[in-house]
């Protein structure tokens, strides 16, 4: 079964920043050709793709809502994605779920992913 291990969530001010970690325990990032990245679900609200990287050509996908602001990356010598979230706004505010999967790509809708992580709270808030 492979494993998913986010974090790096908290509570962030307006305007702040932060950085989420994914570490792709049981995927090697260097070899593996999948789709991994990150969706976010907000209280009362569907859960929804948020940025992804594709191993196969490392190309990157942003949510419209996000472009500008965030930045995925990845180190494969961690086997790790990394989320940096910068100019936070409380909209923002969701749990935070990295997400992996072989036949998915990037911008596909949740039930194209099989691979979680337990997620991780993120809170923008004064």
């Known amino acids: 079964q492979a494993q998913l291990v986010d974090s790096g969530g908290g509570l962030v001010q307006p305007g702040g920043s932060l950085r989420l970690s994914c570490e792709a325990a049981?995927?090697?990032?260097?070899?593996?050709?999948?789709?991994i990245g990150w969706f976010r679900q907000a209280p009362g609200k569907g859960r929804e793709p948020v940025s992804c990287i594709n191993t196969s050509e490392n190309s990157q996908w942003y949510a419209d809502s996000v472009k500008g602001r965030f930045t995925i990356s990845r180190d494969d010598a961690a086997n790790s994605v990394y989320l940096q979230m910068n100019s936070l706004k409380p909209e923002d505010t969701a749990v935070y779920y990295c997400?992996?999967?072989?036949?998915?790509?990037?911008?596909?809708?949740?039930?194209?992913?099989?691979?979680w992580g337990q997620g991780t709270q993120v809170t923008v808030s004064s």
């Open positions: 997400a992996a999967d072989y036949d998915a790509w990037c911008g596909a809708p949740v039930n194209q992913y099989d691979y």
């Open positions: 049981t995927f090697t990032l260097s070899r593996d050709y999948i789709a």
